[in-house]
């Protein structure tokens, strides 16, 4: 009983007023990549099932675009896999937020997101922490699957969706959750600054979702702060 009584106590109204504005974002870039991978010759089917499944937007727009510009199933599947190993990092973060039990580890791994890790460490409190994963967690699953569905469902009805700018939604919901943190923390800015410098290099070189990897060499610098 108290367990539950601090969990609802921590999902306060900021909380769930930046989940929705995030899940806002989520579900219109679902929405997108329903459209894309449908309007790209592609069964209804294959976008649903690898949102389900997979869950993983940057993974899933390369797999898709691997497949569209006519590679095989283990190439995109390769693609997919090398730009969602950096959620194994996060993973790590967050393994005593998710919980302890086999059931609890199972869902939590699949709900590992950058929007979700992102909204589990910005809060200080171990219970808000764990309650934003969750909250995040599931409501993003919901509204991304939703989204994808929607759009696949649309198919060609919406043209070329890349002019609605919808690829910047995701990007510009991320810098919003992480500024306060890199403000407020000198460690975070010495490994975020160099990390987003190394990635915004590397971005005209390598595929899409790469950089995001590149950026990880800054948590190196992270311990070194901390422990200055």
Known sequence: MRSTQRTTTAIDAEL????????LAGGIV???????????GLPVWVPVVMSLVVYAGSAQFSAVGVLLAGGGPVA??????LLNTRTAAFGLA????IGRGRLARLVGAHLVTDETVAF???QRDPGR?????WVSGVALFAVWNAGVLAGALAGTALGDT????LDAAFPAVLVALVLPTVR???AVRRAALPGAALALAATPYVPAGVPVLLALAGLALYGRGRTA
Do not use: E, H, N, P
């Open 162 to 165: 890349g002019r609605f700018g």
């Open 16 to 23: 769930l007023r930046d989940v929705s504005l995030v899940c």
């Open 76 to 81: 995109a599947a390769a693609t997919g896999l």
């Open 129 to 133: 922490r764990r309650a934003a994963f």
């Open 184 to 186: 407020s923390d000198a």
């Open 120 to 122: 589990a460490l910005a």
């Open 30 to 40: 679902g929405v997108s990549f329903g459209a894309i991978a449908v309007a790209g």
């Open 94 to 97: 967050v393994a005593g937020v």
